[in-house]
């Protein structure tokens, strides 16, 4: 069966020009200008010509095309004017709705939904990836079949005298996406169970994982690849990075962590998605430690810090979990706005203020992670065999060596560590 999925990529011509429309239907926090730039973004991201941006208020929103009958004919006239085939509403369209504003823009029309899983699906490089986008696309696609799939008058007949009428296209095509959707639960499943039983591993090790979180474009790929010296895809584009990458680093006091890169956030990310994404988010909800990464030269940066502390809560991190707040892209501030966030970070415990790009205020940022980390450790006294080797090695990999003092056959170590890793190497002695 051809999907309405692959149906839909084909129309999404790169270089297709389009107008971007913001439907301000009141009581939002964010600058018009600054989410209309975000969804040309997002447009951009794909390869879209955007030729028109146009902000529109609405007082009472209609059930047949969301805005008034003059904003539409007002876009119609922009998107003739512009010979835009596209037209990419910045807000949630019913099929009904979209399919109403087509006919009368005479244009394609897609919603800030669609936009983000055609990204979503462009940018999957894992085959978790490619699975998770095509459940959370067949989902969005089951209520649109009406408007997206073009052989849906057909209709099947049925065997014998109590066949009847059959069943028409459209009921069969929505079975059998339902049933690959479910295929793909049951893949997903067990990609959650392998996921698990990893995560168990690392666990048992022990080492503290670390999650970078954020909304998209804040530099969380800038300041993982600075971290980890890796090469993890980091530009100025929308949701640069899809799938879950984890790396070694070390730590002041910390022989061993895992940083975790994860997907970037987006105001109302669609819920498609977040149930879909939720095997690769379980790192972020596991995780010691989040390091949320905001980009503080963006107008809309307390919005968005706002809107990944939704999503957060959404996929059931708690709010105990210690984090903290990396206030990136300082090399963009001019000098008295710099100076002010310069001086609030200094003021709180939880932030840190630096540029992944230039490498400022990182070093504080580990050792303001590697504290938080070791905040319940405490001090011990360790007494081993001079020439025992391994538990030496254990020592300095599980906790910080303060002191070593060697008297003949025996070595006494002063070592800071957390009071389970503790226990473990006693346990491991036999004590």
């Known amino acids: 069966m051809s999907t309405g999925f692959e149906r839909d990529r084909d129309e ?20 018009a200008d600054a989410r209309l730039a975000e969804t040309a973004g997002l447009a951009e991201a794909i390869g879209i010509e955007v030729v028109g941006r146009e902000a529109v208020r609405v007082r009472a929103p209609r059930a047949a095309t969301l805005i008034g009958a003059g904003q539409v004919e007002a876009i119609a006239t922009l998107a003739r004017m512009e010979d835009a085939g596209l037209v990419v509403f910045d807000a949630s369209l019913t ?6 504003l ?11 939904t669609g936009l983000i899983l055609e990204i979503f699906g462009e940018r999957a490089a894992t085959a978790e990836g490619r699975l998770q986008v095509e459940l959370a696309h067949l989902d969005y696609q089951a209520g649109r079949l009406v408007r997206s799939w073009t052989h849906l008058e057909r ?7 109590l066949g009847g009428p059959g069943e028409t296209q459209i009921e069969a095509d929505r079975r059998l996406i339902r049933d690959r959707m479910a295929r793909l639960r049951r893949e997903l499943e067990q990609v959650t169970r392998t996921r698990g039983l990893h995560r168990g591993r690392r666990q048992r090790a022990p080492w503290p994982v670390i999650a970078l979180v954020g909304y998209t474009n804040a530099g969380k790929s800038t300041l993982f690849n600075r971290l980890t010296g890796s090469d993890v895809m980091a530009k100025d584009l ?3 990075t899809l799938d879950p990458t984890l790396r ?7 022989d061993k962590a ?9 105001s109302e990310l669609p819920t498609q998605l977040v149930a879909a994404f939720k095997a690769t988010l379980e790192e972020v909800v596991s995780a010691d430690l989040l390091i949320h990464v905001r980009d503080v030269a963006h107008p809309d940066s307390e919005a968005q810090r706002a809107d990944v502390e939704a999503v957060l809560a959404e996929i059931g991190v708690a709010e105990t979990t210690p984090r903290i707040e990396a206030w990136n892209k300082l090399d963009l501030l001019e000098p008295d706005a710099r100076a002010e966030v310069l001086a609030e970070a200094a003021r709180r415990d939880d932030v840190v203020a630096i540029s992944a790009l230039t490498g400022e205020g990182v070093a504080t940022l580990l050792s303001t992670v590697a504290d938080l980390l070791t905040a319940g450790h405490q001090r011990y006294t360790i007494t081993l065999d001079a020439a025992d080797g391994a538990g030496a090695a ?21 070592v800071r560590m957390a009071p389970r890793d503790y226990e473990r190497f006693m346990t491991r002695r036999g004590v």
């Not at 999404?12 to 600058?31: E, H, M, N, Q, T």
């Not at 070694?248 to 910390?254: E, R, Y």
């Not at 254990?394 to 002063?414: C, K, S």
């Open 155 to 161: 209709q099947r007949g049925g065997f014998g005298f």
């Open 238 to 240: 929308l949701f640069a």
């Open 258 to 266: 895992i940083l975790s890169d994860t997907v970037g956030f987006v």
């Open 102 to 112: 087509e006919t009368r823009l005479e244009a394609k029309v897609i919603d800030r």
């Open 248 to 254: 070694q680093i070390s730590l002041p006091g910390i």
């Open 12 to 31: 999404f011509a790169r270089g297709a020009r389009a107008i971007v429309v913001y439907p301000d239907l009141g009581g939002s926090s964010r600058d």
């Open 394 to 414: 254990w020592l300095h990999q599980h906790g910080e060596v303060l002191d070593q003092e060697v008297e003949g056959d025996r070595a006494a170590y002063e």
């Open 95 to 100: 099929p009904i709705q979209q399919r109403n």
